[in-house]
């Protein structure tokens, strides 16, 4: 590469890192989200080794960079245009998650435009591998719960041991084991597959010898975790105890984690492959750098990614509250005292000679879905503790939507909590946000959305109580 290349090829990384410098800034708010959920969780606490990760990665194949000249083009910026309608839609539903993927997305495409095609192939390894950044995956929980608790009933029927299941609870003879989302293996599958990626990117060459180790890395944890958790019920089977035997079961788990990743380690040596980093990129014919297209092509794709913000904040404000309608007693209970005080209804009933507290907030129908929510879980968790586990319940009325019901931990203590849309509770999911970004797109008329939770203010029989309540909530 002459000089003059060099001098272009500067050129265009320096417009390249003045993009995503510009996206990070036009993201903020993604990026916020992002940190703030790598601090409060142990599941994403790798992230903070991602970018160090990445530098590495794109030292390692610093020879690419050398070989290969930037070659700017402004087709990849067309690529922006429908990336900007995904982050707009994942705005209005309300997923935090699908507007960072956007944002990354936006990342990709901005260096692909600005670098070209055949110096973005040789660095893609590390490009791909931000995607760990994004906490993503929580909504694998709820089927990692089901199949762990499968797993532990599928073993202890196997092994003869005497047992209940109901739902994510497993009763022995020696007591009860809930399988929190705490065990559910969201952690171990999400550091799994980030480590089996970086591992297959720097031990193996081949695609096909990649594509098998990854899927192995998703596989084994989920596996594993099964094993644990049948282990830890077992364990507390043989000591006469299920306090016992689930004592510091989370840091046990850390411990079988980090030898499970050890043996997957282990495992891929014999296979392992010495990466050619520049090859077949090396030797090539440099090719002249563009700055002026490179400036283009980031300036088109930062413009359209500034649309998705501009467009969303159109309209009458979002975060409105509204006063709740009254509610009436339910059907054989009596109104025992409450009203509304501003957008908050706080209603107490005597049903069964139980006193159960029913909390409504109303919100706009241009509020973000993902803040009905969290204010339907807000005022259910009021009160209960921070160490918290929830799950789909389904009150004992048959064919009654679902509600989320929310669990203390260390009290037991348990709420359930919803949402109505259009006056009608809402069946949870990607379902009622869809029909609550209708609305707010629409601007239709009617009933605001409504965050409803729903607690026992006695423990006696709670959880047979509470259903019965809900029954009598649901439509």
């Known amino acids: 590469m002459t000089a003059r290349h060099a001098g272009r090829n ?13 996206l990070c800034l036009v993201f903020r708010p993604e990026i916020a989200a992002a940190v703030s959920v790598w601090s ?3 599941a994403y606490g790798h992230c903070w080794l991602v970018l160090p990760i990445v530098a590495w990665l794109l030292w390692e194949r610093r020879a690419v960079v050398q070989a290969v000249a930037a ?20 705005r209005w539903l309300g997923i935090m998650e699908g507007r960072q993927l956007a944002a990354l997305g936006f990342v990709l495409i901005l260096l692909l435009a600005a670098l070209g095609w055949r110096l973005w192939w040789g660095l893609s390894a590390a490009f791909l591998y931000l995607v760990f950044l994004v906490p993503f995956g929580a909504f694998l929980t709820p089927a990692l719960q089901s199949f762990t608790a499968s797993f532990v009933a ?9 047992f209940d299941a109901d739902s994510f609870q497993i009763t022995i003879p020696e007591g009860v084991f809930y399988v929190a989302e705490a065990c559910a293996g969201l952690r171990f599958l999400i550091a799994s597959v980030a480590f089996g990626v970086l591992y297959a990117l720097t ?7 990649r594509a098998c180790f990854i899927a192995v890395s998703c596989v084994v944890p989920v596996l594993a975790n099964g094993v644990r958790a049948l282990g830890i019920v077992l364990l ?12 510091d079961h989370v840091i046990y788990g850390w411990v079988f984690f980090s030898f499970v990743i050890v043996l997957l380690a282990m495992a891929g040596l014999p296979f392992r492959e010495i990466p050619v980093l520049d090859s077949p990129l090396a030797p090539v014919r440099a090719t002249p750098a563009r700055p002026a297209v490179a400036a283009a092509a980031c300036g088109a794709v930062v413009l359209c990614a500034l649309a998705g913000p501009v467009l969303s904040d159109r309209g009458p404000p979002t975060e409105a509250l509204l006063a709740p309608p009254r509610l009436a007693p339910p059907p054989g209970c009596m109104a025992a005292s409450g009203g509304i ?9 005597r049903c069964n000679g139980q006193i159960v507290r029913v909390v409504d907030v109303a919100l706009s129908r241009r509020a973000d879905p993902a803040r009905i929510v969290g204010a339907a879980r807000a005022a259910a968790s009021s009160g209960l503790g921070e160490d918290l586990d929830s799950q789909v319940w389904r009150a004992a009325l048959p064919g009654s939507p679902p509600w989320m019901l929310v669990r203390a931990r260390e009290t037991g203590r348990i709420a359930a909590y919803a949402v109505q849309v259009d006056g009608e509770q809402g069946v949870g999911g990607l379902h009622d946000r869809l029909r609550m970004m209708r609305d707010m797109v629409a601007g239709a008329q009617g009933p605001p959305p409504l965050a409803r939770a729903v607690r026992m203010i006695d423990a006696i029989g709670e959880e047979d109580a509470l259903k019965a309540v809900l029954s009598k909530l649901s439509p």
Do not use: C, K, N
């Not at 507390?236 to 004592?247: E, I, P």
């Open 10 to 22: 500067t050129a265009t990384w320096l417009i390249a890192a003045a993009g995503v410098a510009t």
């Open 236 to 247: 507390g089977h043989a000591l006469g105890s299920a306090q016992a035997g689930a004592a």
């Open 203 to 209: 031990m193996f060459r081949s695609p096909g010898r």
């Open 40 to 42: 409060s969780s142990t």
């Open 341 to 349: 005080e501003g957008a908050v209804g706080t209603w107490e009933f």
């Open 154 to 162: 599928f073993g202890l029927r196997a092994l003869d041991v005497p």
């Open 71 to 90: 070659h700017a083009v402004l087709w990849p910026a067309l690529l922006a245009v429908p990336l900007a309608s995904v982050w707009l839609v994942s």
